[in-house]
């Protein structure tokens, strides 16, 4: 369980203190708005009214005791650049800045945040992907160069043992899970027989993923 701030209630920073709250870890949200408090009461451990840019407000809250601080204003560049920074003065262990443009982003990271989210860039990525391609069905970024795919499983392939495929070596990718009903069974074993009403959880680099599904 963790301690964690919330900065903006917006759709975006009420969507993360309810998922946040979900997992069992403590919440603390404020924004400058009462009917935005309001709404995200019943799921958090305390809401505050109050200005994120204002010296004096933010360190009443003691900032340097949470675990995690989610800078999610999204409607005021100039307001959340400015609660990163006083975060970090005063004394934040971590503080995650939602940013929608890359220049946001590098002016966020100079500024204090130890990492940047982009909320309309990394869906418009991860729906492009999902579908612009018929044997994607779902797909995580991991970092520039690798991600985690469901994928139908290749025609090629049914009938056939993970170890026959030799997909590890010959295609250069993991299979995490295999997906079938609805139903995910981790870490298949090499004996595993692939199926045509299964899908597969691969891990691998995205230049290899998409040679193997071309």
Sequence with gaps: MKSILIVGLGRFGRHMAEKFNEHGNDVMAIDISEDRVNAVLPFVTDGQIGDATNEAFMESLGVNNFDLCVVAIGDNFQSSLEATSLLKELGARFVLSRASRDVHAK??????????????????????????????????????NFSIYEIATPPTWVGKTILQKGVRTKYNISILATKADGQIYPLPNPEHVFSANETLMVLGRNEDVERLLR
Excluded: Q, W
């Design 107 to 144: 002016f966020l990271l100079r500024n204090g945040a130890d990492d940047v989210v982009y909320t309309e860039k990394e869906t418009a990525e991860r729906l492009a992907v999902k579908y612009g391609n018929d044997n994607i069905f779902d797909y995580m970024e991991l970092n520039r």
